[in-house]
C-alpha cells in the first residue's frame, strides 16, 4: 500500500476527528502540511521570574507561587443577565506577598478545576492594577507536579521563553493550536523545499525544515527572523513563479500584429485632435502600438489618475486595431459606465463613428453598445453588427461574453477597472478571437508597485501619471459634522454658491435607504463611543429628500443608485450631464467614469464609511473641467481616532500612488490582493506587500529566470508541488467567487 507523505496526512488522523473538523471549518486547515504552515502572528515574552514583592506595572511578568484562597464568584452583568456571568479569583502567595488572579466567564472552569488550595506552579501575564491591588488577568499557567528539584529547571526554561501567539479562533484558543503543532513538527523535517538549491546558498537562507522548526519553536528572536526571511522568500517566489508561467505561457500563443495605415482611422482621428496629446500620453501610446505590431497577444495593465486620458490612449489603440482590419471590444464593469464611454467615444469621434450611414466619413466605422438591458431589436442589430464586421468597435458591459457574442476579427480588449473582472472572464473573451485578442487592461486605482507585480503579475505595466492641460485642481476638506455642526452649514452654502455660478455639484452616500432594516441589529446599539460607528450609514433616499426640503431648498435635486431601472439611471445621467440638474444624491455608482465638467463640488456624507481609493476615486469626478473642483468629506467620528486619520490623508494629497500606500498600510494585506474571503486565509502569510517590496521585486527576477531556463519545472519537484498547491488554492478561490 501507498504510504501518504508525512505533510499530506489528514489532521483527523493525527489530532482525532473534533480538533480537525474545527480547524478545517474555522481556519482551512485540512493537512499536517497546511497546519505547519499556519504560522504564529507574533510573539508573548514571559518576563523573567520576579518575586511578588516587587511586580513592575503593565508589564508581562512570569511568578513561581502557590496558591492560598480561590473563589467563585457569579453575578448579573449585560452579557448574562440571568446572573450566569461567572468570576474566579485566586490569590497566590510565594512568600514575599501576595497576588490576585482573575478568570472571567468561558476562562473559570479549567482554572476552577485546576487551582486548588496547596498547589504550586507557575504563573504568566501582564501586571494590571484592578481597586488599587496589583492583578494578573486571565495569566498563563503551568502545573508545578511532584519534587521541586527538577521545577527548578522547568521554572528556568519556561520563564524565558518565547510564546508563540497564533490566528485563532473563538472554538479553538492559541495554545491549543499551539499543542497540535508541537504534535505535527517533527513532521517539517520531510517538507520538500520549493526553493531551489543555488538561490537558498546564494541569499543565506535557511532551509524549509529548519524555517518551520524556527517559526514555530523559537529560542531567540534571531530565530524567528531567519524563519521569517526564509518563509517570505518561499511565498514571494512561488507567486512570482506562477505568474511568470502564465506570462511564459501567454507568450507562446500566436496574435495577429496589429498596424496602423499611415492614412488610416487614427491618422485622421489624431489630426482632427483639438490638444496635443501629453508626453505620458504619446509614450504609453507608443508601447501600446509596439506590443499590438508582434506575433504575440499584448497583456498590458494601464494605470492612471482619474481624468489622466486613459480613455484617450485607448481609443487610439482601437482605432489603430480598426486600422489593421481587426475589431476592438470595451469592457465595462457597469452598464451606466458603458453607456458612458459610449457617447464620450461617439463625441470624440465624430463622424468617424458614423460608419455606413449618411454622412459619415469615407474611413468611419461604426461604434456599437451591447448591455444586458438593450431591447431586443437593438441587441439583435448590434449582434448583427459584430458579426458581420460593420462595427468595429463595441462597448459593453460582461454581456459581451455571453456565448451568443459572435465577432468578425476580434483583435483587442480593453477591460475597464481589472479589479472587477476576474482572469477566466479574461480567458473567455480571450476565446472570441480567431487568435487570442490583445489585451489592455485599464485601472484608475493607482496601485503601488508591489501589489502590481503581485496582484497582476501577468501583465505588462504603463502608467499616465501626468494630467491633461486644462484639469482643475480639487481642493478636499474634512468636514467634522459632530464637533462642528455649523462646518455641515456652510458646505451645503458652498454648494448652493457653485450651482449659483453655474455649476452643479454630487453628494454622495454609501447607502441607498430602500432595504429592509435589520431589526436585530438596531437593537444592538449600546454603547455611546459606537454611536457613529453604529448608526446605520446614511442614505441616497432620506439624505435627498432632507436636502430638497431643507438646505438645498429650490435647487433641481435627483437621485441616482444602482438598483434604479438602467433606462431610469440614463434619463437621471442625461439630465444632470445636460445641466438640467443641479444637485445628483447618488451612491458610489458614479464612482468610475462619469464625466460631467462642469460639476465642481462633491460632499462625501459619512465619508469614513468608505475605503481611501474610492474616496480618490470619487473626488476624481469633480474638477473635470475649467473650473477647480471642491470635494468636502463629512464625517461624526472623532478627531482623535483612526478613521478621522485616513480622511485627512486624503484630505492633505492629490497623489493617487501615495494614497494607495496608506490604504495598503492600513488594511489587511488579504484584502488588497481581493482574497478577503471571511475568515479565510490570504494566500499571503508572512510577506507584507508593502514591507516587502524589494523581496518581491527580487523573487519576480529570480522566478523569470528560473521559468525561462526550465518552463515545466522538471529539475524541481519541490517548487512543482508548492506551485499546484498555490494554484488549488487559488482556484478553489476563483469557484468561491462564482
Not at 191 to 204: F, I, K, S, T, Y
Not at 336 to 357: D, N, W
Not at 393 to 413: M, Y
Not at 692 to 705: G, H, M, P, Q
Request: net charge negative.
Amino acid at each position: 500500500m501507498d504510504l501518504v507523505p508525512a505533510l499530506e496526512e489528514p489532521l483527523k488522523k493525527v489530532l482525532g476527528p473534533p480538533t480537525a473538523k474545527v480547524m478545517a471549518e474555522h481556519l482551512g486547515l485540512h493537512t499536517v502540511g497546511d497546519l505547519l504552515h499556519h504560522y504564529p502572528r507574533r510573539y508573548e515574552e514571559r518576563g523573567q521570574l520576579t518575586h511578588l514583592a516587587d511586580l513592575p506595572l503593565d508589564e508581562h511578568v512570569t511568578v513561581v507561587a502557590m496558591v492560598a484562597d480561590a473563589r467563585l464568584h457569579t453575578f448579573a452583568s449585560a452579557k448574562a443577565p440571568r446572573g450566569k456571568g461567572q468570576r474566579l479569583e485566586v490569590t497566590i502567595t510565594d512568600g514575599s506577598g501576595r497576588l490576585q488572579l482573575v478568570f472571567f466567564g468561558h476562562g473559570v472552569h479549567k482554572p476552577h478545576k485546576e487551582l486548588l488550595p496547596g498547589t504550586r506552579a507557575m504563573f504568566a501575564g501582564k501586571v494590571s492594577v484592578f481597586n488599587r491591588r496589583l492583578q494578573l488577568a486571565h495569566p498563563a499557567y503551568e502545573l508545578l507536579r511532584g519534587d521541586s528539584d527538577d521545577a527548578g529547571d522547568t521554572v528556568e526554561t519556561w520563564a524565558g521563553a518565547l510564546i508563540p501567539i497564533y490566528p485563532a479562533t473563538a472554538k479553538l484558543e492559541s495554545w491549543k493550536i499551539g499543542k497540535a503543532i508541537q504534535t505535527v513538527l517533527p513532521s517539517a523535517q520531510e517538507a520538500v523545499d520549493p526553493l531551489p538549491d543555488g538561490l537558498r546558498e546564494g541569499r543565506g537562507l535557511v532551509s524549509l525544515p529548519e524555517a518551520l522548526l524556527k517559526i514555530h519553536r523559537p529560542h531567540t528572536k534571531a530565530d524567528i527572523a531567519d524563519a521569517r526571511a526564509r518563509l517570505k522568500w518561499d511565498e514571494a517566489f512561488v507567486l512570482q513563479v506562477a505568474l511568470a508561467r502564465r506570462r511564459h505561457a501567454d507568450a507562446q500563443l500566436p496574435a495577429v500584429p496589429r498596424r496602423p495605415r499611415p492614412d488610416g482611422l487614427l491618422a485622421t482621428f489624431d489630426d482632427r485632435l483639438p490638444f496635443t496629446l501629453t508626453e505620458g500620453q504619446r509614450k504609453v501610446s507608443k508601447e501600446i502600438f509596439d506590443d499590438l505590431a508582434t506575433e504575440h497577444p499584448m497583456h498590458r495593465l494601464l494605470q492612471g489618475e482619474v481624468g489622466s486620458g486613459k480613455t484617450m490612449v485607448a481609443l487610439r489603440a482601437m482605432l489603430a486595431v480598426v486600422d489593421a482590419g481587426g475589431q476592438a471590444a470595451m469592457l465595462a464593469p457597469t452598464e451606466v459606465l458603458a453607456q458612458q464611454h459610449h457617447r464620450s467615444i461617439v463625441e470624440m469621434m465624430g463622424e468617424l463613428a458614423e460608419g455606413g450611414m449618411l454622412g459619415g466619413a469615407d474611413d468611419a466605422t461604426k461604434v456599437v453598445l451591447l448591455t444586458g438591458s438593450m431591447g431586443a431589436a437593438a441587441r439583435r442589430q448590434a449582434l448583427l453588427d459584430l458579426v458581420t464586421g460593420e462595427a468595429g468597435i463595441v462597448i459593453g458591459t460582461h454581456a459581451l461574453i455571453e456565448d451568443k457574442v459572435q465577432f468578425h476579427d476580434l483583435g483587442l480588449v480593453v477591460v475597464d477597472e481589472q479589479h472587477r473582472f476576474g482572469v477566466e472572464q479574461r480567458d473567455a473573451l480571450r476565446g472570441k478571437g480567431k487568435q487570442p485578442p490583445h489585451l489592455l487592461v485599464m485601472t484608475a486605482t493607482p496601485i503601488p508597485r508591489t501589489v502590481a507585480m503581485t496582484v497582476f503579475g501577468d501583465l505588462e505595466t504603463s502608467v499616465l501619471d501626468q494630467l491633461p492641460a486644462g484639469r482643475s485642481p480639487i481642493a478636499s476638506h474634512v468636514v467634522p459634522a459632530a464637533d462642528k455642526p455649523h462646518f455641515l452649514a456652510r458646505a451645503w452654502e458652498r454648494v448652493r454658491e457653485e450651482v449659483a455660478k453655474g455649476h452643479q455639484a454630487y453628494v454622495v452616500c454609501p447607502r441607498i435607504g430602500d432595504e429592509e432594516d435589520d431589526p436585530k441589529k438596531a437593537g444592538k446599539k449600546k454603547s455611546p463611543e459606537d454611536e457613529a460607528e453604529k448608526r446605520p450609514p446614511l442614505a441616497v433616499l432620506d439624505v435627498a429628500g432632507q436636502l430638497a426640503e431643507g438646505p438645498l431648498r429650490g435647487l433641481a435635486v435627483e437621485v441616482l443608485h444602482g438598483r434604479m431601472p438602467p433606462d431610469d439611471k440614463d434619463a437621471v445621467m442625461r439630465r444632470f450631464t445636460a445641466g438640467d440638474t443641479d444637485v445628483l444624491v447618488a451612491t458610489t455608482v458614479i464612482e468610475v467614469g462619469v464625466n460631467v465638467p462642469n460639476a465642481t463640488v462633491m460632499v462625501i456624507m459619512d465619508a469614513d464609511r468608505f475605503g481611501v481609493s474610492q474616496l480618490h476615486q470619487l473626488r476624481g469626478r469633480v474638477g473635470r473641467g475649467s473650473a477647480p473642483g471642491l470635494c468636502l468629506l463629512v464625517t461624526e467620528m472623532p478627531e482623535d481616532g483612526a478613521a478621522r486619520r485616513r480622511l485627512d490623508a486624503v484630505a492633505s494629497t492629490l497623489d493617487g500612488f501615495e494614497l494607495s500606500r496608506i490604504d495598503l498600510e492600513q488594511r489587511r494585506e488579504g484584502d488588497v490582493l481581493g482574497q478577503a474571503q471571511s475568515g479565510a486565509r490570504s494566500s499571503l502569510r508572512v510577506l507584507a506587500v508593502i514591507e516587502d517590496e524589494e523581496v518581491i521585486a527580487e523573487a519576480r527576477e529570480e522566478a523569470t529566470a528560473v521559468v525561462a531556463a526550465d518552463p515545466e519545472l522538471a529539475g524541481l519537484p519541490g517548487l512543482r508541488t508548492a506551485l499546484d498547491a498555490l494554484l488549488d488554492e487559488e482556484r478553489e478561490q476563483y469557484l468561491e467567487k462564482g
